[in-house]
């Protein structure tokens, strides 16, 4: 029989957790068990995400309302913060993300190339200083870095987005052969097409209804985090897996 519950007493950190790929993952990790701690700006959306999750499990999370472009002190305490109140850290998932403008490369305005590179590049890296600690002692600690197939297929004005999620994928990997030895294990997962609001500013044309919503992806991403999860240094493409390719 498989164990309902194989995340149970462990502990989680997902930033992008307040809508999207981030909130439907945090349902599930904490409906196999986990306490997760919550990141994303937007105090209503983390609210609507611990909601959901009360209703699956009966439990809370710990909300976190932070701007990770902004709130770098905080971030650069978060590892030993969660340690101090839980006890451990079992979980990473660096999903947070932004698109931005989707523009030629020759017209990126620094502000956007600002946002940009530090919520996809800069705050992995941030997280990885502040987690890489409790994710070792962890009997098994797991990362997970959400990235997209731009970074493997360039395309016209999609430069900004591509080039930090490439970053932040290059960052992780080297991360992986330093941890190899460990009982850490850290991988990146490209979630493919999925109905979310950065899809839909991507392109505003598309009917959603016929996209995978982030609930069908969850599980899969969520059994990146599973202590039984050997993967390491993986990118991990959820689309293709889904098709059982
Ligand atoms: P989404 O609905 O736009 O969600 C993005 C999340 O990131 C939100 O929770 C947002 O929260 C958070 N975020 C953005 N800027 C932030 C900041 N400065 N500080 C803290 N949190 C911030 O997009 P999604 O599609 O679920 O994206 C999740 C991940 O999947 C991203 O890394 C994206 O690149 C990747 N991805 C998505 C697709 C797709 O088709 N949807 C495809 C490939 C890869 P707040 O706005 O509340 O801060």
């Excluded at 439907?24 to 105090?43: D, K, N, S």
């Excluded at 797991?142 to 930090?164: C, D, H």
Aim: glycine share 8%; proline share 6%; hydrophobic share 45%.
């Amino acid at each position: 029989m498989t164990d309902p519950l194989p995340l149970k007493d462990r502990v989680a950190l997902v930033t992008g957790a307040s809508r999207g790929i981030g909130a439907a993952l945090a349902v599930e990790l904490a409906t196999r068990g986990a306490h997760c701690v919550l990141i994303a700006r937007t105090q209503g959306g983390l609210e609507e995400t611990d909601d959901a999750i009360r209703a699956a499990t009966g439990r809370g999370a710990t909300l976190l309302p932070l701007d990770l472009q902004k709130a770098e002190k905080e971030l650069d305490l978060i590892g030993p913060s969660i340690v101090e109140r839980f006890g451990r850290l079992d979980i990473l998932v660096h999903n947070a993300g932004v698109l931005n403008k989707l523009t030629p490369v020759a017209h990126i305005e620094p502000r956007d190339w600002a946002e940009t590179v530090a919520v996809n590049l800069s705050a992995a890296w941030r997280l990885i200083r502040t987690c890489d600690p409790p994710l070792r002692a962890s009997d098994a600690g797991r990362a997970v870095f959400v990235t997209t197939g731009r970074v493997l297929r360039p395309k016209a004005y999609w430069g900004m987005y591509g080039a930090t999620k490439a970053g932040m994928e290059h960052l992780a990997m080297t991360w992986a052969q330093e941890v190899a030895a460990t009982k850490l294990r850290v991988n990146l997962a490209d979630p493919g097409v999925v109905a979310t609001k950065m899809r839909a500013l991507a392109m505003p044309g598309e009917d959603q209804a016929t996209l995978r919503r982030p609930e069908d992806i969850a599980p899969h991403l969520a059994a990146l985090c599973a202590p039984a999860e050997q993967r390491h240094g993986a990118r991990v493409e959820i689309e293709a897996a889904m098709r059982g390719a």
